[in-house]
């Protein structure tokens, strides 16, 4: 229905930056939400940003705020998000996702990306 490909992963010291970048295809039209989420080793997935794709309101987690910035571009159906200031605890397999209601929680996410391996070293 929707595919979703991440890409801009990677390897990163502590207060680096990396740019993550989410391409959708199929049927985008579909989609009201765009948001990224996170996996880390152990735990569960936990929401980091997101983007109404209509209107252009986003939605930050506590813990990137402020560090972490969502971003879109409707005509190449892409999404990105910005990281600065990266910390350890920001190491996780990141999630690009998109659902067809406005959402937040990482359950009302219908499509899902691969993921891509965000790692912080200290």
């Known amino acids: 229905q929707v595919q979703l490909v991440e890409s801009g992963g990677g390897l990163v010291q502590a207060g680096g930056s990396l740019r993550l970048s989410c391409a959708a295809s199929?049927?985008?039209?579909?989609?009201?939400?765009m948001g990224w989420l996170r996996q880390a080793q152990g735990k569960a997935r936990e929401f980091v940003a997101a983007?109404?794709?209509?209107?252009?309101?986003?939605y930050y987690a506590d813990s990137v705020k402020g560090r972490f910035t969502i971003s879109g571009d409707n005509a190449k159906n892409t999404v990105y998000l910005q990281m600065n200031s990266l910390k350890p605890e920001d190491t996780a397999v990141y999630y690009c996702?998109?659902?067809?209601?406005?959402?937040?929680?990482?359950?009302?996410?219908?499509?899902w990306g691969q993921g891509t391996q965000v790692t912080v070293s200290s």
């Open positions: 199929g049927r985008t039209f579909s989609i009201v939400t």
């Open positions: 996702a998109a659902a067809e209601t406005l959402a937040t929680r990482p359950s009302a996410y219908r499509y």
């Open positions: 983007l109404n794709w209509s209107g252009g309101s986003t």
